[in-house]
């Protein structure tokens, strides 16, 4: 289902509106601004198909994309779908709505049978901050299995990634339900797409 063209099929700003629990769900989670939109783009080698800004607070839904041709007559449901989230932590947005797409992430996450894996994207300049840490514990909790993504690897010296690495992993050996590989990426750069890849097709 890579390589062919994917759709947008629905935001969802509350729990109630999630569609009934189905085909395997792929969520995309991290601080605000971290690039989760951004990868979701360079993944399905879509542009513009997730909105993305510079402005931290930019996804305020989650919005669901599938590949293209399901639903309509047949009703035939997708092998698989991809969740873009709000982000977490510092947003340029009114307090209220932050606070309710902040509760909304953290529903989705702890309660949809669906959920197959969540990449933990964390920018790579900044490392794991509390509020993921935060993020960890309540998957953990849930057995929700996660996958951490380092984003952004552009900004960093290529000597420092391997160290990065290896200090994430150090970070998530005492969360259980954190998966033990550590994938780098830049969406700028097109980088380590296709190990994010496998990791998607091996769920669907
Ligand atoms: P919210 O929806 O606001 O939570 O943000 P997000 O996590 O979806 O981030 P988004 O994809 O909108 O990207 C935020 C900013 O980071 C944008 O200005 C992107 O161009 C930039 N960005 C994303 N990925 C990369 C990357 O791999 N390298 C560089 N240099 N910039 C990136
Ligand atoms: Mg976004």
Redesign the pocket.
């Known amino acids: 289902f890579f390589g062919q063209p994917w759709v947008f099929v629905r935001g969802v700003p509350a729990m109630k509106f999630l569609p009934p629990e189905g085909p395997p769900e792929i969520a995309f989670a991290?601080?605000?601004?971290?690039?989760?939109?951004?990868?979701i783009n360079a993944l399905l080698a879509q542009k513009g198909l997730?909105r993305?800004?510079?402005?931290?607070?930019?996804?305020q839904e989650l919005n669901f994309f599938v590949p293209d041709g399901y639903g309509g007559e047949t009703a035939e449901l997708p092998p698989i779908a991809v969740v873009?989230m709000?982000?977490y932590g510092y947003?340029k947005a009114p307090k209220d709505h932050v606070d309710a797409w902040t509760k909304l992430v953290f529903s989705y996450l702890r309660g949809r049978a669906s959920l197959k894996r969540v990449f933990l994207?964390i920018d790579a300049r900044h490392g794991i901050k509390k509020n993921d840490e935060e993020v960890m514990g309540l998957l953990d909790k849930a057995a929700v299995s996660y996958q951490i993504v380092l984003?952004?690897?552009?900004?960093i010296k290529a000597t420092g990634v391997p160290k990065l690495i290896e200090a994430t992993a150090l970070g998530i050996k005492r969360h259980p339900a954190a998966f033990p590989r550590i994938l780098s990426?830049?969406?700028?750069?097109g980088v380590g797409l296709d190990e994010l890849k496998a990791e998607i097709a091996a769920l669907a």
């Open positions: 991290g601080r605000s601004n971290v690039g989760k939109s951004s990868l997730a993305t800004s510079n402005t931290p607070g930019r996804t873009d709000p982000g947003a994207l984003t952004k690897t552009d900004k990426t830049s969406s700028e750069k």
